[in-house]
């Protein structure tokens, strides 16, 4: 069973960072990708950034030069580091691992930019 567990959120000012974990309870080789997504309230969950088994990344507009996404193959984990952060990231942060028996979701870590 797959559990996927995130950590890193908190309260931040603008122009601040923070980095997102997401530590996957089996390997991560087993999936062919891995995502972050973000709901901010009163809004529909919104793609932010994937990663490939094969280390491609791509993100959206929003947060494209601000957000990397990367991951640690010996740590299962999957990472959302967050730079130059505005009142509008403001959300819950979910990762999404993906394979061939459907797709994870962890439990949301709470971001909160204040201006």
């Known amino acids: 069973q797959v559990q996927l567990v995130e950590s890193g959120g908190g309260l931040v000012q603008a122009g601040g960072s923070l980095r997102l974990s997401c530590a996957a309870s089996v390997s991560i080789f087993s999936f062919n990708a891995m995502r972050w997504y973000r709901q901010a309230p009163g809004k529909q969950r919104e793609w932010i950034a994937r990663i490939s088994i094969g280390g491609n990344t791509m993100y959206a507009d929003s947060v494209k030069g601000r957000f990397t996404i990367s991951r640690d193959n010996a740590k299962n984990t999957v990472y959302l580091q967050m730079n130059s952060l505005k009142p509008e990231d403001t959300a819950v942060y979910y990762c999404?691992?993906?394979?061939?028996?459907?797709?994870?979701w962890g439990q949301g870590t709470q971001v909160t930019v204040s201006s």
């Open positions: 999404n691992l993906v394979r061939g028996d459907g797709d994870y």
